[in-house]
């Protein structure tokens, strides 16, 4: 086995990450469209990073260049920061919004809910950028725009439902919160009476 593969860091990564599914609570109709390009994209990231670096082979294949690519791992350490912030934040509002809807049967519209509409669907899009942003391979990249689609189609049928069941209260909610994209806070007046 070469040492420089992983396959027990693999199989921890991608075990550790697919535990988010279970916090989304979904449709059996839905399980294939949301669960599986998310596992895919786990799998492809986490593969590449642990097991086979095909990534590597074609970029050092096409330009002759292996000791540009492992100089590169160590000059970003902003990417690193970055991508994992985004992955705190993308997991904490698949928490939240899992935790704000578990067990109830109204719409929910406050707190995560209250900035946007599919918060869980927001946080997954963020884990996965956030994961493709520390360690960027070929697969992931042409991955995740894949990803935001499928979850965008998604996201748009259970508005369908959500729609059919609580009719107006729904579309309200939906005039007044954004799909994916917070909008910026309002400015508050001033204190102070001109």
Known sequence: MDPSQRWDLFLLNVLSFSA???LIPIKKEDVRTSAGPYLSFIIALFAEMYGFPLSVFIITSALGRGDLILKLGGAFPIAYRVGFAMMILGM???FLGWRRIYGRTDLATTGVYGLVRHPQYLGIMLLTLGLLVQWPTI???LMWPILVLLYYRLAKREEERLEERF???YRRYK???PM?????????PSARAS
Do not use: D, H, I, N
């Not at 994916?180 to 508050?188: A, H, I």
């Open 175 to 177: 005039q007044r919160v």
């Open 167 to 169: 009719g107006e209260e």
């Open 92 to 94: 904490a509002l698949v």
């Open 139 to 141: 697969p992931t990249l």
């Open 180 to 188: 994916f994209l917070p909008r910026p806070m309002p400015k508050r």
């Open 20 to 22: 988010f599914l279970l």
